[in-house]
């Protein structure tokens, strides 16, 4: 059973728009959330996190939104550049107790249109 | 800067060899994790380990073994490579103890078993 969920596989916009990529979770155990970006024949590298103590976090031109209650996340960037194309995953933690697993969502493939 | 070192960016084996994946990482973090990335599927745990000697099963563990004698190498083992281990190895490090529970990841070795 996923409980990282990842929704669209793909989403693509044009250049200098938002960029709004969409996470669910269903554990409710989970308190840290994280968002890593993927080119391809590289390994993820992490973008932005935020705890379950916060609904927002921002860092530049990426902002993380948690609504605890829909069990949601979502990941928007703006403005949206050619070179943010890549596949981004969303990931999850349940940090108090854990043996310091993220679960992984399945990936959006982000396409950024000059 | 964390780095997280993989000894191959690619690999060709055969059906019935033995393979090792090597990871190394420099920044003394305890967690180690050793995942692969197939389309579709995203990002599924294979093994990790919580200290030196100390591993655990992840999510798809079977074919697999890993080996962690040095606190800073993580390897994992393909007893009899099958066509169906061909994937992205992608490993992982992070730090034990902490609320932020990122991993940073290589850049992955793209294994072919023909």
């Known amino acids: 059973d996923q409980q990282v969920k990842q929704n669209s596989p793909s989403l693509s916009v044009q250049e200098g728009r938002i960029s709004i990529l969409n996470c669910d979770y269903t554990n409710s155990m989970f308190d840290y959330f994280l968002w890593y970006k993927k080119y391809p024949a590289e390994g993820p590298t992490f973008l932005i996190s935020?705890?379950?103590?916060?609904d927002k976090n921002e860092d530049g031109r990426f902002t993380v939104f948690l609504n605890k209650s829909a069990k949601h996340l979502s990941l928007h960037i703006v403005p949206s550049q050619p070179g943010d194309s890549a596949v981004y995953f969303c990931a999850a933690s349940a940090v108090k107790g854990s043996n310091y697993k993220l679960t992984f969502g399945k990936g959006t493939l982000l396409t950024v249109n000059p | 800067d964390v780095k997280v070192t993989q000894s191959s960016r690619y690999l060709v084996k055969r059906t019935g060899e033995k393979v090792f994946l090597e990871c190394v990482q420099d920044?003394?973090?305890?967690?180690m994790f050793w995942y692969r990335q197939d389309p579709g599927l995203g990002l599924r745990l294979i093994y990790f380990s919580y200290d030196v000697k100390m591993k655990e099963k992840g999510d798809i563990p079977e074919g697999y073994s890993v080996s962690r004698e040095k606190k800073e190498r993580f390897s994992l083992i393909l007893e009899s490579a099958s066509t169906n281990q061909t994937s992205m190895y992608l490993c992982?490090?992070?730090?034990?103890?902490?609320?932020?529970?990122?991993?940073?990841f290589g850049a992955g070795t793209r294994l072919s078993v023909l």
């Open positions: 935020i705890s379950s103590i916060k």
């Open positions: 920044m003394d973090h305890e967690n």
């Open positions: 992982a490090s992070s730090l034990a103890g902490l609320a932020k529970n990122i991993q940073y």
